[in-house]
């Protein structure tokens, strides 16, 4: 299978939606390492449904902010990229030889604070995932802003996604590819799940 941009799925916690969206196609598949967060997966799960998915970067996501903390972590999950929250951070773990994903609450930030962020905050992610902790209407403002974002920084959209419009985005910004949020496999008929695999579904190509 292929899809027509780059994916990753974040909040992955359970083997049978690692498997399908690894079925599918997608790039990357993240994990939480945070114990204190609702999609936590322990470090014995995490190399078990890593051994059952192939082709697929794995990575391992946290909101921590000591490097210390984060380094335990490493060596714990040993995911192939690192995905953290905080800006600061990207000088210190740059010397731990893995990818980095930034994460960005977009709810959180003006777009100036954006614009700076990207100028001076941003290198040496990998990739800037853009996300919102809270309901984030994606307005021609930011879109505008994303437009002339996008064509210079490695950007993954993680808001305001859906069925309807994932060709319409893909075609408006140049974005390097789009995130997903996985969910929890104890909700069965999970609304997220649902829509993310129709998600996946549209996008993918022949």
Not at 86 to 107: F, H, M, N, Q, S
Request: net charge negative; proline share 5%; charged share 25%.
């Amino acid at each position: 299978m292929a899809l027509k941009t780059l994916v990753k799925i974040s909040n992955v916690t359970n083997l049978s939606d690692a498997r399908y969206c690894a079925g599918m196609g997608v790039d990357m598949l993240g994990f939480s390492m945070d114990e204190d967060a609702p999609e936590y997966v322990d470090p014995k799960k995490f190399a078990e449904i890593k051994s059952w998915v192939a082709g697929v970067q794995i990575v391992g996501e946290t909101s921590a902010i000591d490097p210390e903390t984060i380094e335990h972590l490493l060596e714990a999950y040993q995911p192939d990229l690192l995905q953290v929250d905080e800006a600061a951070l990207l000088p210190y773990l740059g010397t731990y030889g893995k990818p980095i994903v930034l994460r960005v609450d977009l709810a959180q930030m003006t777009l100036d604070q954006l614009d700076t962020l990207f100028q001076t905050g941003s290198a040496g992610a990998e990739y800037i995932l853009l996300e919102s902790n809270s309901p984030l209407h994606l307005d021609d403002d930011l879109k505008t802003a994303l437009q002339r974002l996008s064509t210079r920084y490695p950007i993954l959209l993680g808001i305001g996604i859906s069925v309807a419009n994932v060709h319409t985005l893909l075609a408006e910004l140049p974005v390097r590819g789009i995130a997903l949020s996985g969910g929890d496999e104890e909700r069965p008929g999970n609304k997220e799940f649902g829509e993310l695999m129709d998600i996946l579904e549209a996008i993918e190509v022949d």
